[in-house]
């Protein structure tokens, strides 16, 4: 590439009486130029784009107009997306690659190449695409043309394709995928060049990877949240201060408030202030003592109270290390409670009957009026009576009959068996 400039010497008439012309070589640093703003193009669009496929579209158009060729293509494994793969999809020689995204100049047209492409594939280390994946490594082709073992496509020729050059799009040591351009011009090796895309091929593998991993991500806070929002337990979180910062759908029925309306809300804004302050102890303990806590308590809910099994544990902010925040699993134990104290009832109720000295002096009228009595007291009911068969069983006689508001006994009432 020549700078021509032209100085002229003129006669007193102003008239020119002689020009000099001047070339320089400006090859050298025009190419440096354009590998400027291809870097600067890339780096751009890494820092903006927001899925994987915006930026290569944009990053093949930049580099396109950047360096004035006209076609530039994206070639992966089996054709799969660059975040979608796996390991399996390296360097596998059953695999083959297959054009997932390319760029045309506006200007040119190839309609037979435009029309092949999306139907070729190119197996491990065969055509310009498959040597690159095998080799890991950029590859120059002057003139396509005159390298007849690297054309697959035959339309390459038949509309005019010449120049060409591609590089790897590598995790590592892994090609994720390899991007080639194409000229309608037989073009001279870069090295330069070559060694400036294998740095961009490195700078795309690493942003693919980030996006892979803030994709993984998204999938795994999704499925968490989708386990949170099905659990019959109250999932919450809350900062250093108690005010929430995440509850689950199971809360949000419960309480009916919405995950957006309790943010920065306390237990303040959600129970009386004696058991606001309570909830507030256990989850200062928590935070204080930094170990998880396994604590029964008691909330009201529709001014009912009910015991729920709470396990807590502190969060660990990840920069500073300290306990920020807390979250809590909370099961509602109320029905299991009321069971537990009814058991304990009965079981006290069979304590103190088996200790009634009437049952060992064989004074069973007493005995009748001690059953009666704790019956009434432990199942908290106002009447309670006792019968018995006669010999042949055809009558039934109340032994006692008691009374608790009265606390009076009866007995003598007889009745026929079938009734």
Same mark, same amino acid.
């Given at each position: ?194 060694? /400036?895309?294998?740095? *961009? &091929?490195? !700078?795309?593998? +690493?942003? $693919?990877?980030?996006?892979? =991993? ?122 299991? /409670?009321?069971?537990? *104290? &009814?058991? !304990?009832?009965? +079981?006290? $109720?069979?304590?103190?009957? =088996? ?65």
């Amino acid at each position: 590439m020549i700078s021509w400039t032209t100085a002229s010497l003129r006669k007193p008439d102003n008239t020119v009486e002689y020009s000099i012309v001047t070339g320089t070589d400006i090859t050298a640093s025009k190419r440096a130029e354009q590998l400027q703003l291809v870097q600067h193009a890339t780096t751009r669009i890494l820092a903006d784009a927001v899925t994987v496929e915006e930026a290569v579209q944009k990053i093949i158009k930049a580099i396109c107009q950047c360096l004035g060729w006209d076609l530039g293509e994206l070639w992966t494994p089996d054709g799969v997306e660059l975040t979608q793969q796996t390991s399996k999809d390296f360097a596998n020689p059953d695999s083959s690659l297959s054009c997932t995204n390319l760029w045309l100049n506006p200007s040119v047209d190839l309609p037979e190449y435009m029309a092949e492409i999306g139907l070729a594939s190119f197996d491990f280390g065969v055509g310009l695409p498959g040597l690159i994946w095998q080799t890991g490594l950029p590859r120059w082709v002057s003139d396509m043309c005159a390298e007849t073992s690297l054309i697959k496509i035959a339309s390459v020729c038949q509309d005019g394709l010449h120049g060409a050059f591609g590089f790897p799009i590598l995790d590592n040591e892994n090609v994720l995928g390899v991007m080639i351009f194409r000229s309608r011009y037989v073009q001279q090796l870069n090295v330069e060049l070559l060694d /400036k895309m294998m740095n *961009i &091929g490195s !700078q795309m593998g +690493q942003f $693919v990877r980030r996006k892979q =991993a803030d994709l993984e991500l998204k999938q795994l806070q999704e499925r968490l949240q989708a386990v949170m929002d099905n659990s019959a337990t109250l999932i919450f979180i809350k900062d250093a201060v108690g005010r929430f910062q995440f509850v689950n759908r199971q809360f949000e029925r419960l309480f009916n408030i919405t995950s957006e309306q309790i943010q920065g809300k306390t237990d303040r804004d959600l129970f009386p202030p004696e058991i606001a302050e309570t909830l507030r102890q256990n989850d200062t303990r928590v935070l204080t003592d930094g170990v998880p806590l396994e604590i029964e308590e008691v909330i009201s809910l529709d001014n009912v109270l009910h015991t729920y099994l709470s396990v807590k544990f502190p969060l660990q902010d990840p920069v500073l290390g300290n306990f920020n925040a807390l979250c809590a699993i909370a099961t509602d134990i109320t029905e299991r /409670k009321i069971a537990e *104290i &009814g058991l !304990q009832k009965q +079981q006290a $109720v069979l304590i103190e009957l =088996a200790q009634c000295k009437q049952f060992y002096i064989g004074d069973l009228g007493a005995a009748w009026w001690k059953i009666t009595e704790t019956a009434a007291r432990t199942l908290s009911v106002e009447r309670v009576s006792m019968w018995l068969y006669d010999r042949d069983r055809s009558l039934i006689r109340c032994v006692d009959l008691y009374q608790a508001t009265q606390n009076v006994h009866t007995a003598g009432l007889t009745l026929a068996a079938v009734d």
